[in-house]
């Protein structure tokens, strides 16, 4: 790597101080926009070479070509269908990254249905997505989800070991057990909750279900014997408010949840 001197510019200066991050901090996030396209590349390489990623946050600034460069350097592109609602592009790039482990990573703020209006995703539009193995986000906090259409989806993520993760706001229902049964990342907040039996019942069934997990944000004051109930069904926890280690499982995939955590509560 070169090594900078005191007379080079700014912009220069930072894309240094990219390089230097990239070589030291897991899962460093960037936007596009923030650095030319040849210094991103370069922060992307370096980043795999020491076994990291880099986290490219897409604004629409830059061209298809260019982000199937960086996939093939091994970054992550975070986007969502209000910035690049392009099917047959964002499976170019995920084709493009699949060999180097550069991954596409698709927030779908949008409908789910088979017939939206007209401008949106139509289900099959997004299930061909899935079937490419870009990981798919989606969340009901602003619009309904159908959740035969979000098990559909769930069940697609097979053909291209994609992940589908679904943030739910609301009371718990029991097809939330079918989709983690299907292979999905369900996400619940403790808000509003109160975790009776009814609701702890269901708990249970949706971590035990088997191929995806259930993440519980813990976002209030849960007593010691619930959270250990919650525990015993295999769900993951993030904690927002002070915890017990002894509680913490470490291991949630970085592929579980988006770029933050603000979906929920």
């Known amino acids: 790597m070169p090594e900078s001197s005191a007379g080079e510019t700014p912009a220069v200066e930072r894309g240094f101080r990219l390089l230097d991050q990239a070589g030291v901090a897991e899962g460093?996030?960037?936007?596009?926009d923030q650095q030319p396209l040849a210094w991103l590349l370069d922060a992307a390489r370096t980043a795999r070479r020491h076994g990291r990623r880099l986290r490219?946050?897409?604004?629409?600034?830059?061209?298809?070509?260019?982000?199937e460069w960086l996939a093939k350097a091994g970054a992550v592109l975070y986007t969502a269908d209000?910035?690049?609602?392009?099917?047959?592009?964002?499976?170019?790039?995920?084709?493009?990254?699949?060999?180097?482990?550069?991954?596409?990573?698709?927030?779908?703020?949008?409908?789910?249905?088979?017939?939206?209006?007209?401008?949106?995703?139509?289900?099959?539009m997004v299930i061909e997505l899935v079937r490419s193995g870009v990981d798919l986000h989606v969340s009901n906090r602003k619009k309904p989800r159908d959740p035969a259409a979000l098990l559909g989806l769930a069940a697609s993520r097979r053909a291209g070991g994609a992940e589908?993760?679904?943030?739910?706001?609301?009371?718990l229902m029991t097809e939330l057990a079918d989709l983690t049964a299907a292979g999905a990342?369900?996400?619940?907040?403790?808000?509003?909750?109160?975790?009776?039996?009814?609701?702890?019942a269901l708990v249970r069934d949706i971590g035990r279900a088997g191929g995806g997990g259930l993440v519980v944000h813990v976002d209030t004051r849960i007593e010691r014997v619930v959270l250990d109930e919650i525990r015993k069904s295999?769900?993951?926890?993030?904690?927002?408010?002070?915890?017990?280690?002894?509680?913490?499982?470490?291991?949630?995939?970085?592929?579980?949840?988006?770029?933050?955590?603000?979906?929920?509560?």
């Not at 460093?28 to 596009?32: E, F, G, I, N």
């Not at 490219?56 to 982000?67: E, F, I, N, T």
């Not at 907040?189 to 702890?200: K, V």
């Open 164 to 171: 589908v993760v679904y943030y739910h706001h609301g009371p």
């Open 234 to 265: 295999g769900a993951h926890f993030i904690f927002n408010i002070p915890f017990e280690k002894t509680l913490w499982r470490p291991s949630l995939p970085w592929r579980a949840y988006y770029l933050d955590t603000t979906f929920l509560p």
């Open 82 to 124: 209000d910035i690049r609602p392009d099917v047959p592009a964002l499976v170019r790039i995920r084709k493009a990254g699949r060999a180097p482990g550069g991954r596409t990573v698709f927030f779908l703020y949008g409908p789910v249905e088979a017939a939206p209006a007209a401008g949106a995703l139509s289900l099959e």
């Open 185 to 200: 990342w369900v996400h619940i907040s403790s808000s509003n909750r109160d975790f009776n039996a009814a609701e702890l």
């Open 56 to 67: 490219l946050v897409d604004s629409g600034q830059l061209d298809v070509s260019s982000l």
């Open 28 to 32: 460093l996030t960037v936007r596009d």
